[in-house]
């Protein structure tokens, strides 16, 4: 079957076009004629992050302006995605780290309302993507705050489903989940800094459900930010890629590789300039209050 760009199902018109043309007020002038805008483009390989800092930035903010002025200037609802980067680092990552704080998940736990956005120093232009995110999401918000535009933005952690690709050598060293699949051509996977960051991850089914949530429930979600993933499959960035090798050897019939993973540092793996955060955690409370959302699949299922 061919594609040659959209899709109209008779409710839905889908349309593939570059958000950075020109022509795109045209574009969606000529062929929107509906409610609502579900906004999805964006540069998000960490790679590219601090080695290609200015295509990241125009690309998350600039190119993403036309599309929310006009969403705001006709009365279209928006429903945007953004990222759980723009939490950045956590409180708990600036304990001392023998304070028994350290211990307690509320300085880890990211909510949308009232967690802060803590990034490191200019230098570390790993965090041009967050920080253009962020200020993206501040510009929808502040379009509903003054002139009524109706928003809600998605905060995606880490999902994982059929059909996700990742090409080495074409999309770069990717984060999480993606590069954990580069282990499928049976190969050692190499970790940085030890691989212990730790991550959510949530099945693709719960995160699709999640936006048709707000998509059906256009009011209870307007002006709301939404995480979206399940916190009960918290993981470090080594366990997911152990877990992938076994899950690989099982489906193929081969013996796991006895190393499957290689520590390297992240100057060595990213490049200069490279920054992480220590935990991505998300409090679930808003989006179960508003849409009822409570992700089930388990990590191994997943």
């Not at 001392?96 to 880890?108: C, E, M, N, T």
């Not at 984060?175 to 699949?181: A, E, I, K, N």
């Not at 051509?185 to 959510?200: A, K, M, P, V, W």
């Amino acid at each position: 079957m061919s594609f040659d760009g959209s899709c109209d199902t008779g409710w839905l018109l889908f349309s593939l076009s570059s958000v950075s043309n020109d022509d795109i007020s045209l574009l969606y002038r000529s062929k929107i004629s509906g409610i609502l805008e579900l906004v999805l483009a964006s540069i998000c390989t960490p790679a590219d992050y601090n080695t290609h800092p200015l295509d990241t930035i125009y690309n998350n903010f600039f190119d993403a302006l036309p599309v929310v002025k006009y969403s705001s200037e006709n009365n279209k609802r928006l429903i945007h995605f953004s990222t759980c980067e723009v939490y950045g680092k956590t409180i708990g990552s600036f304990l001392p780290k023998d304070s028994p704080l350290r211990q307690d998940p509320a300085y880890y736990l990211l909510t949308e309302d009232a967690s802060p956005c803590i990034f490191g120093p200019i230098e570390k232009q790993r965090w041009s993507y967050a920080c253009a995110k962020q200020l993206i999401e501040r510009l929808i918000y502040a379009k509903g705050a003054e002139n009524g535009l109706e928003f809600a933005i998605v905060r995606p952690f880490n999902w994982i489903g059929p059909r996700m690709d990742f090409i080495p050598g074409i999309d770069g060293p990717s984060q999480g989940v993606p590069r954990v699949l580069a282990c499928f051509s049976n190969s050692h996977l190499s970790l940085f800094d030890g691989g212990e960051s730790q991550r959510t991850i949530v099945y693709i089914k719960d995160a699709i459900e999640a936006v048709s949530l707000m998509i059906d429930n256009l009011g209870r979600a307007n002006g709301h930010i939404f995480n979206i993933s399940n916190p009960n499959n918290e993981v470090t960035v080594r366990q997911l890629a152990e877990m992938m090798t076994e899950v690989y050897a099982k489906v193929n019939g081969e013996p796991p590789l006895e190393a499957p993973t290689v520590d390297v540092s992240s100057k060595e793996f990213y490049g200069e300039g490279y920054d992480d955060s220590d935990k991505r955690i998300p409090d679930m409370t808003i989006i179960n209050k508003q849409l009822g959302l409570n992700p089930k699949t388990s990590l191994w299922d997943t």
